[in-house]
T-cell receptor, first 113, second 112 residues
Framework: NAGVTQTPKFRVLKTGQSMTLLCAQDMNHEYMYWYRQDPGMGLRLIHYSVGEGTTAKGEVPDGYNVSRLKKQNFLLGLESAAPSQTSVYFC????????????FGDGTRLSIL | EDKVVQSPLSLVVHEGDTVTLNCSYEVTNFRSLLWYKQEKKAPTFLFMLTSSGIEKKSGRLSSILDKKELFSILNITATQTGDSAVYLCAPTGGTSYGKLTFGQGTILTVHP
């Protein structure tokens, strides 16, 4: 059981370049989330989705876009990367109905030069 | 604004020691509090606490919640080097999408 899979695991970009991070889950979860983790800041929510075809802004959405065209996939896009977006990005998913824990992928380490 | 404070921020102990990690929180419409362990990659789920005074246990780890005083503790007894990790506390409020507010984490280092 793969759980939550993120690709790629590492990436280096130049300022202004664009890229898409892919998150895939095989647990048939309704909810999916994108976080970034920075030293001293903890995990902060970028965007989230409560189901296929729906997305919403989290705590730090600026500079990012997302899409959830299929239930199992949640994509995070950077249209024009900036050095401030250098971070580790985590995707998470959870099932619906009551209190359920979020399950995390292994993260994508992104450096913007 | 939701707020989570974990203490200590870092802790260094030797194998066999017992440690207590603290988490205090202020969250609107509190529903539950989750503890995660993060080694080099993904945070992995440890406990979910919803009721005060009921201790959750898993082997050498245990956790308890105090909803009146707005805090939780995570205890680890007989620590091992494999317990070295960042421990994250995350309460969840009454939003429709299960928002988690993460603390900065406690870095635990266990020396042989």
């Amino acid at each position: 059981n793969a759980g939550v899979t993120q690709t790629p695991k590492f990436r280096v970009l130049k300022t202004g370049q664009s890229m898409t991070l892919l998150c895939a889950q095989d647990m048939n979860h309704e909810y999916m989330y994108w976080y970034r983790q920075d030293p001293g800041m903890g995990l902060r929510l970028i965007h989230y989705s409560v189901g296929e075809g729906t997305t919403a802004k989290g705590e730090v959405p600026d500079g990012y876009n997302v899409s959830r065209l299929k239930k199992q996939n949640f994509l995070l896009g950077l249209e024009s990367a900036a050095p401030s977006q250098t971070s580790v990005y985590f995707c998470a998913s959870r099932g619906g109905g009551g209190n359920q824990p979020q399950h995390f992928g292994d993260g994508t380490r992104l450096s913007i030069l | 604004e939701d707020k989570v404070v974990q203490s200590p921020l870092s802790l260094v102990v030797h194998e066999g020691d017992t440690v207590t990690l603290n988490c205090s929180y202020e969250v609107t419409n509190f529903r539950s509090l989750l503890w995660y362990k993060q080694e080099k990659k993904a945070p992995t789920f440890l406990f979910m606490l919803t009721s005060s005074g009921i201790e959750k246990k898993s082997g050498r780890l245990s956790s308890i919640l105090d909803k009146k005083e707005l805090f939780s503790i995570l205890n680890i007894t007989a620590t091992q080097t494999g317990d070295s990790a960042v421990y994250l506390c995350a309460p969840t409020g009454g939003t429709s999408y299960g928002k988690l507010t993460f603390g900065q984490g406690t870095i635990l280092t266990v020396h042989p």
